[in-house]
């Protein structure tokens, strides 16, 4: 981890000086540059965290009007990090200039989009205990064999265990499990190719994504790092730590990203601007199916020929099961 600075652009009034910090808001500590030069040579360093500027520096030796507009170019191409900022000059013009410029650079900052994993969560936890399901299940498969005197505790599971050895699964359909689910537009499209389980997905006609819009990290990305984004760390790890491909899948995504937003603020409908994301744009689902039902999507979806993204939220699946259900996969051997 680097230090953090705080940056005083200033020719003449020492940032140290109590008179100074009381008339101008500097700090001790704070690290004192007299040219507009020495800034960007510090700014560079990707350290400094805060500014407060001056704007005369005298002859020669740069304005803070000009190294505003220097940090708004290097910004724009993805080169400095963010950094808050303040404007201490007595010269309101360059004020009015420094600010104008700042705050155009701070949009370059804002948070543009985040990258997120697959997710998977139990509906109503409570009403999804294991024992409450086993319960159903033996009462509705003892009616075929009228064998209700035989129910005692742990009976349930012993008989489940033989409805499945059997292949007597329709006892399983009484009981219903309902996740949670976040993942790939392309993955829903498979997922939803399940015909016995109900759905309520987020409704890309009538949501826009009005603050970032949220994709899944691809699997065969390793490199990508899942977080909130601005343009500036992008390009700050990618100098040093990440291969070509991660930059372009990342910059694809930044323009779409883009586009999408112009074609919302230009008055085009969420169902519209929609047409511009990739499939790997994140989506939200509620599925809900019977055990019967989840048990056969696990089984085919599981398997090698399924998609490798498809294989990774079906484990996520099947955890859920092993933890809160594990009665209806103890057979599966993965
Ligand atoms: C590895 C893999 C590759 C795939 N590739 C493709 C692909 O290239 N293109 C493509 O379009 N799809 C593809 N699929 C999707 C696949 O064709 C099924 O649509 C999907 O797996 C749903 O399976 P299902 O029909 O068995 O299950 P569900 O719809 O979940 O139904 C469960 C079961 O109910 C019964 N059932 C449901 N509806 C009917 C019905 N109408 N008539 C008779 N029985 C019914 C069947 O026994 C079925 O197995 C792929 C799936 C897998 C796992």
Same mark, same amino acid.
């Given at each position: *981890?680097?230090? =953090?600075?705080?940056?005083?652009?200033?020719?003449?009034?020492?940032?140290?000086?109590?008179?100074?910090?009381?008339?101008?808001?500097?700090?001790?500590? *704070?690290?004192?540059?007299?040219?507009?030069?020495?800034?960007?040579?510090?700014? =560079?360093?990707?350290?400094? $965290?805060?500014? /407060?500027?001056?704007?005369?520096?005298?002859?020669?030796?740069?304005?803070?009007?000009?190294?505003?507009?220097?940090?708004?170019?290097? =910004?724009?191409?993805?080169?400095?990090?963010?950094?808050?900022?303040?404007?201490?000059?007595?010269?309101?013009?360059?004020?009015?200039?420094?600010?104008?410029? *700042?705050? /155009?650079?701070?949009?370059?900052?804002?948070?543009?989009?985040?990258?997120?994993?697959?997710s998977v969560v139990l509906m109503q936890p409570g009403e999804h205990d294991e024992n409450k399901l086993v319960d159903l299940i033996e009462y509705a498969a003892r009616t075929c064999?009228? /064998?209700?005197?035989k129910m005692k505790v742990g009976s349930g599971e012993e008989l489940i265990r033989s409805c499945i050895k059997n292949g007597h699964e329709s006892v399983l359909e009484h009981a219903?499990?309902?996740?949670?689910?976040?993942?790939?537009?392309?993955?829903?499209?498979?997922?939803?190719?399940?015909?016995?389980?109900?759905? @309520?997905?987020?409704?890309?006609?009538?949501?826009?994504?009005?603050?970032?819009?949220?994709?899944?990290?691809?699997?065969?990305?390793?490199?990508?790092?899942?977080?909130?984004?601005?343009?500036?760390?992008?390009?700050?790890?990618?100098?040093?730590?990440?291969?070509?491909?991660?930059?372009?899948?990342?910059?694809?995504?930044?323009?779409?990203?883009?586009?999408?937003?112009?074609?919302? @603020?230009?008055?085009? $409908?969420?169902?519209?601007?929609?047409?511009?994301?990739?499939?790997?744009?994140?989506?939200?689902?509620? *599925?809900?199916?019977?055990?019967?039902?989840?048990?056969?999507?696990?089984?085919?979806?599981?398997?090698?020929?399924a998609s490798k993204e498809m294989q990774y939220l079906m484990n996520m699946i099947l955890d859920e099961f092993k933890i809160n259900f594990p009665i209806f996969v103890e057979d599966?051997?993965?």
């Amino acid at each position: *981890m680097h230090a =953090t600075i705080k940056l005083w652009l200033d020719d003449e009034r020492n940032p140290d000086d109590p008179q100074i910090q009381s008339k101008f808001y500097s700090e001790p500590g *704070m690290v004192w540059v007299k040219t507009e030069e020495d800034a960007k040579k510090i700014l =560079t360093t990707g350290t400094v $965290k805060f500014i /407060s500027f001056d704007n005369d520096l005298g002859l020669g030796n740069g304005s803070g009007t000009s190294l505003a507009n220097w940090i708004e170019e290097q =910004t724009y191409n993805g080169k400095l990090n963010r950094l808050n900022w303040a404007i201490h000059s007595m010269n309101p013009v360059a004020c009015k200039a420094i600010a104008w410029t *700042m705050k /155009s650079v701070d949009k370059y900052w804002r948070i543009i989009m985040e990258i997120i994993d697959h997710s998977v969560v139990l509906m109503q936890p409570g009403e999804h205990d294991e024992n409450k399901l086993v319960d159903l299940i033996e009462y509705a498969a003892r009616t075929c064999y009228q /064998s209700f005197d035989k129910m005692k505790v742990g009976s349930g599971e012993e008989l489940i265990r033989s409805c499945i050895k059997n292949g007597h699964e329709s006892v399983l359909e009484h009981a219903v499990i309902s996740f949670h689910i976040i993942t790939s537009r392309y993955n829903s499209h498979e997922l939803v190719r399940h015909r016995i389980a109900s759905y @309520s997905q987020e409704s890309q006609r009538y949501c826009a994504y009005k603050q970032h819009l949220k994709f899944i990290k691809p699997l065969w990305l390793n490199e990508i790092p899942i977080g909130k984004w601005t343009i500036i760390p992008i390009v700050e790890k990618s100098e040093f730590t990440t291969p070509l491909n991660w930059i372009t899948f990342f910059k694809g995504l930044l323009e779409v990203e883009q586009l999408y937003k112009n074609l919302i @603020s230009q008055g085009y $409908k969420p169902e519209e601007a929609r047409e511009i994301l990739p499939n790997c744009t994140a989506t939200e689902l509620a *599925m809900t199916a019977n055990i019967r039902e989840w048990r056969h999507i696990l089984n085919l979806r599981l398997s090698p020929k399924a998609s490798k993204e498809m294989q990774y939220l079906m484990n996520m699946i099947l955890d859920e099961f092993k933890i809160n259900f594990p009665i209806f996969v103890e057979d599966f051997k993965l």
